[in-house]
């Protein structure tokens, strides 16, 4: 196949909203892609805080690939995916993987594995930097006006940070934010008091 | 659970995109609930030269829930749902269903099995329905200016229509109006036709 | 006219946007074609409540069509339509449905006509169910952050639901929840409270 | 009234979507400020060339103004007008800028009064200007790759603009260009021939 | 050139974003041809009650063409001109227009010129009314529900308006509409209590 | 500087739209985020087959962080840039760098500042891949529809791929793919000779 052919189907995650953020009332969400990016720029941030050393560039690359699937499957949000039988959705990610990334390169397609095995360090960093710029992207959009996210906020509390010290500490943050905003400072005020 | 409480989630089919379209390259497809208002249109528009006669009135029904689920489940293109393990996702939607339409109304719920089942004429029918409304939808979106929308074609073509003929003379003409556009006739040209 | 001819017109319903919306200030709304659909929920949401009982379906095929000329008229809001002579809209819808449900079939026309007339029970529980979708959709735009809506108030709390007490008790509700959201429980913390 | 309290109504007018494209197919027409502004335009290119010579920047104005009233109205379609009894619009568009324009200041009225009159040759011109930039909308729509907008050809087409030879020459140049369009010459092609 | 080719380039002007919201998190604000119009409105509803009186009419030509370069240049919020080197934005700007409105007519050029040169009372004028329509637009989107704008509001206090008193009153009323909504009135309460 | 408020920023790049494609045209072209993933998955598909080995996550790091300025600056497409004086976008890039990247790691100053340097093979590679990503995205626009993009084509074809020669095999497919669109095998024929 040539590398156009691999290429073209992965526009998709430029078009496919982040659904969940849509079902919740934000009209206008990030992309797929750009939630991508965003998950590099957290690994980016945090990783180099993180002992023992990570190796950040290819934990980069994993956050790179780690939602590409979609670009296929669409962005189903936690409450679709828990009405699908236990394994059901790994098992189409595991497929459409196979199916955009081995005509990508054999190197795509490992990081992809890398990161669904979650045996390395790297690969459960990176999982709890996707759900980081969820939490990141939860208080951009507060602070912008959108209300009604509650929801999100158990996940986020829920996160098991103790491996990685930089992520409980940007989560802290994140939920120190949103203390904030519950308390009636909204991003107007909040910006002043700075 | 108040009336309120159980209209306000269905407001999500109002946001969500028809995926299938977004992968394919439409920049801005109708949302589910416009989808779903079509598909009751088409049932509207064939429904009366069906014969012998469907209960048209409970077939536009049908139509108005049919795709209700997707307000938690989101719209799964064929391409995504092939990947899921066989009968997952109509497990899924009937999960759906009952957390979206059982607060609705029995009847709404009841409406909705009946789609499912698709046991009565009028179910079928509106099975039918629904894909003829994607090919009006697909005639439309190419006189737009939409190309790359090939994909669709097969799936249309294999439509079996047999049991109800004014379907299968709406599929005709869709797939005429498809066979001029393919011709170098674009929505321009046959516009001055007329 | 072909049933493809007959249903092109209609695919405008899925872009328009409702008006009175966006000249409040929100920036995305809901089509007039999701609206038809929403209000058709609302219809089989309230509608089985209705003592003596409504013909529950043939009140959904109200519902489908009650906006169907705006496929050529466009959403006039309420102010613009004020400003018109009087009757010079229905006049116009009029003329608007007879050219687009006519070829359609005589069962649209004829159900676009018992809406207009306002005659029977169901056309009347109808034009309250459009009412209350509206109802649902600004308590939905305010929980999700939406501001400056109050001009919606007035006419929802003039509805006369005498005839139908399920419209009366969704009316409730829907005032009871935008009470909440202007004594500053936004819809975060109105999540929170649940 | 307090100007910011005059102004803001006026802000409806950078989101309302210039409908009558949206009916034909253009999901994301420019807004009713937008093509005022474009009209401006027009007048400052085509006014200095028209013999004898016109209050050029008295006709920009008109042309700021010309289309306020829709930020109450809304932008009905000539379809939608047609569909109105004879003068209802414009009367309705009289009432909309008498409420939105006199708080504004007496000058921003008697320009839309001078517009609505068509007496003055700086009005007559203006009116041709706000055709010809959708003219010129057209030409722009289409070679980004909208089709199917062959309906405002006779529009355009029947244009009278005798009194005008500037109005004369853009308007060939917009039917000269659409020519092109039609003969198989798509943007992309012409660009390249440039 | 042909008024097509000098007026097609500028089409762009509705397309693209006022990019300094977008960064502040607004999802959708209006093009920069809607910036344009509205501070041509903002001159219309100023302009008549500057004494000594102005050339109303040229003042608004001025507000139509004062950012037209931006179709070549694309919208630079004020912190993008200010990473780039002093003069550099001005200078790009000088070279768009040259490029973009020569074509169209002396006239505009000149009107361009004038603006830029700050040496008449108009232009100084159009300058604040550019400034101004940035703080309807403030107060407009905040009564919306935006939050997270409180960086414009030390650019709004700072304007020096005191050759144009009209200009200092509509200020005024901006600042105390934003102090309103600073103080918890949202836009609903501030609705009701008219 | 807290984590939180090293990231906030960055989220800008998740609307700002690529200004290239919107002031050609394409209404609604992907965002300077979608674009940086791209680029990374084009580094994904070519890296692994230049030789000698490039460092691929290292380079996929680079395409990451090679628009991050943008937050501030917003994209200036190529015409804009060339209007600015020598260096100057360069420059305004470099701050915005520092002021943006910096309070993330040094690790993600670093990357960038590499890539800006145009030292190492990975941030030549990467430089090309960006331009890639565009040709790409140039066919993906085509192939839906987009019209009028002709002029994407001069900067594509003068791309120098000597160094590396898999850019050297994506280019030649991306012309190919251009010139049978231009022969007038639009998206949809092609899709049905495959």
């Known amino acids: 196949m040539s590398f156009l052919a691999a290429l073209t189907p992965l526009l998709a995650l430029e078009r496919l909203p982040r659904t969940g953020w849509l079902v919740a009332g934000v009209a206008a969400p990030e992309s797929v892609a750009a939630h991508s990016l965003g998950t590099a720029l957290v690994v980016l941030a945090l990783g180099p805080r993180v002992r023992p050393a990570l190796d950040l560039d290819r934990a980069v690359s994993l956050a790179v690939v780690h939602d590409t699937p979609e670009a296929l499957l669409t962005d189903l949000p936690r409450a679709a995916a828990e009405l699908l039988p236990p394994g059901a959705k790994a098992e189409a990610e595991e497929r459409a993987a196979e199916r955009l990334l081995t005509p990508l390169s054999p190197e795509a397609r490992a990081r992809f594995a890398e990161f669904r095995a979650q045996e390395t360090r790297e690969a459960r960093f990176v999982r709890l930097c996707d759900q980081l710029h969820l939490g990141v992207r939860w208080i951009g959009y507060r602070r912008?006006?959108?209300?009604?996210?509650?929801?999100?906020?158990?996940?986020?509390?829920?996160?098991?940070?103790?491996?990685?010290p930089?992520?409980?500490?940007?989560?802290?943050?994140?939920?120190?934010?949103a203390h904030a905003l519950d308390g009636g400072l909204d991003g107007e005020r909040e910006v002043r008091a700075r």
């Open 166 to 177: 930089p992520c409980a500490e940007l989560l802290a943050e994140v939920l120190a934010a």
């Open 144 to 164: 912008e006006g959108a209300r009604g996210l509650g929801e999100f906020r158990a996940g986020l509390a829920a996160l098991d940070c103790a491996e990685f």
